[in-house]
């Protein structure tokens, strides 16, 4: 277990420059999620085309690094997908957090967080938003 | 300096371990301490040897436990200068003692439009059973506020005490580390005939406590901060209130005559203690108070004092880091905040250094909300700590630092 592994370069870098940070003007869906043990809290927000495509997604939130730097990484991994691909990389993350499974190639910009399957308390802080992502696609 | 006490380290086999390949350093007292030989050769020893129901039996084991049950008791009392062992209420921990004067005092003698004067700075331990009696039977919490330096705000402390019937504050704050005025309060308390609960948690494991110079009429603490194991806690209260106080819970052990209808309840402490109780564990407090009164708590304060000193001393160097709490006259629970660094990674990076550390609300939300900030990194220092681990707690954080691109 290294301290490199979990604090990668672009985790931090996502963590102090957070992507698609912000609200949506106009008509979108929204949910809110908290991790209730640890207070890391997110504000989700996704525009789906009439083709189902996700156009726009925005988050707002705080808590640690991981948890932010996942949300920011997601929103960029997702947008330009249609539904029903965006729940499948939720469960491809969440098969690479929870049990070392590979990701796809869309998703390999997310491997700098394979690193906090070392760390089992702070799963949740990266799956936050993810969780956040599986609900407002499912509601 | 530091040179009032021996290095205690050799008592407690558990700090002789590497974490994550580095000595463990244990800055988290606040939330438990570690045990010593002595309280866990008494737990071993009791299970080994004279493990018993108590109270019950007419045989040699069961007189073994009994008599050290309540010997325990007896040491207990005299620990914190009760007036009697039967004024000594064993409980689960500090959260249920809260619970037991709720339920069985004020639940009793409080009515709708009562005023219970609470703080801001309060564990929820001594919010929720308020609020939950509030539901109840509609009671009014008021609150001390928290000054700007950590401090409850008393420039008015007639004004909030106007109809108040219970106050129910902290002796020393588990994030803060403020040491609160309590004989002072309780002498103004008690001139408007209000009773005085103190949640002692934070105090009896680290200073001396009189509980009659502190004029408490109950007092709430824990034995697992204090050395001995989780599952005991003491409430203790004045011989004449709980004498009225209705039981907590009944079951056996806490009456004189039961009839299928109706039943008689035994005389305190017994009146509160339903069930087979914490035997092993209230023994291992009784071990504990042993061991702590063998150092002096007098000599155990005065170390924590100067060892937080050169804490506070040491933090205050680091740059972006900021101490949520009074600089002198505290207790040793330290909170900090570190720019741009959030307290739940501070801890994961520490954690790596083998430094243990509390990183969240403390169980202190309302108080958090009071400070600004969602959470705080927490280091906790008990008499076992030595400078050493001062400097390997101030390296650990620099190395946060480090790994989030902050120069130092």
Known sequence: MSLDSLYQESILDHCKNPRNYGAIDGPKVAIHQENPSCGDQIDLQLVLDDAELIQDIKFTGHGCAISQASASMMTLAVTGKTRNEARSAVQTFRAMITKGEALTDDLEELEALQGVRKFPVRVKCAMLAWNALESLLNG | ?408
């Open chain 2, 1 to 408: 300096m530091l040179s009032t006490i021996r290095n205690y380290r050799a008592d407690f086999p558990i700090l002789d371990q590497m974490v994550n390949g580095k000595p463990l350093v244990y800055l988290d007292n606040a939330a438990t301490s570690q045990k010593p030989v002595a309280v866990l050769d008494t737990l071993e020893t009791y299970y080994r040897t004279y493990n018993a129901n108590v109270h019950r039996g007419i045989h040699t084991l069961s007189e073994q436990a009994t008599n050290a049950y309540e010997e325990a008791r007896a040491k207990i009392a005299r620990f914190i200068n009760a007036a009697a062992p039967a004024e000594v209420i064993y409980t689960r921990n500090t959260s249920e003692s809260i619970n037991l004067v709720a339920h069985g005092w004020a639940n009793r003698f409080l009515k709708a439009g009562d005023v219970v004067l609470l703080s801001e700075m309060e564990h929820h331990s001594n919010l929720v059973p308020w609020q939950m009696l509030q539901k109840r039977i509609g009671i009014e919490l008021r609150f001390v506020s928290v000054t700007d330096a950590g401090l409850l705000d008393l420039s008015d402390l007639d004004g909030l005490l106007a109809g108040v019937k219970l106050v129910s504050l902290m002796h020393v704050s588990n994030v803060l580390g403020t040491i609160n005025p309590i004989a002072h309060i309780s002498e103004a308390a008690h001139a408007v005939g209000a009773i005085m609960l103190v949640d002692g948690a934070q105090s009896v494991p680290n200073m001396p406590v009189d509980v009659q110079t502190l004029g408490a009429d109950f007092f709430a603490f824990s034995g697992h901060k204090m050395c001995a194991p989780t599952g005991i806690g003491v409430l203790w209260g004045r011989a004449d209130l709980l004498e009225a106080m209705d039981p907590f819970m009944g079951g056996g052990d806490m009456i004189s005559e039961v009839f299928l209808d109706h039943s008689t309840y035994a005389d305190p402490p017994h009146k509160f203690e339903a069930g087979t109780p914490s035997i092993a564990q209230a023994i291992g407090l009784g071990a504990a108070v042993d061991y702590l009164s063998a150092i002096g708590m007098a000599r155990i304060e005065s170390y924590e004092r100067e060892l937080t000193a050169l804490a506070l001393d040491r933090l205050a160097s680091i740059d972006g880091l900021r101490i949520h709490g009074p600089q002198t006259e505290r207790g040793g629970a330290i909170s900090f905040t570190v720019a741009g660094i959030h307290p739940h990674d501070l801890s994961t990076i520490l954690d790596q250094e083998g430094v243990a550390i509390r990183a969240g609300s403390h169980c202190a939300q309302p108080l958090m909300r009071r400070l600004g900030v969602p959470m705080t990194a927490r280091a906790s220092l008990y008499f076992y700590n030595v400078p050493d681990e001062i400097d390997v707690l101030i390296g650990a954080l620099h190395k946060a630092q480090e790994v989030f691109g902050y120069v130092t």
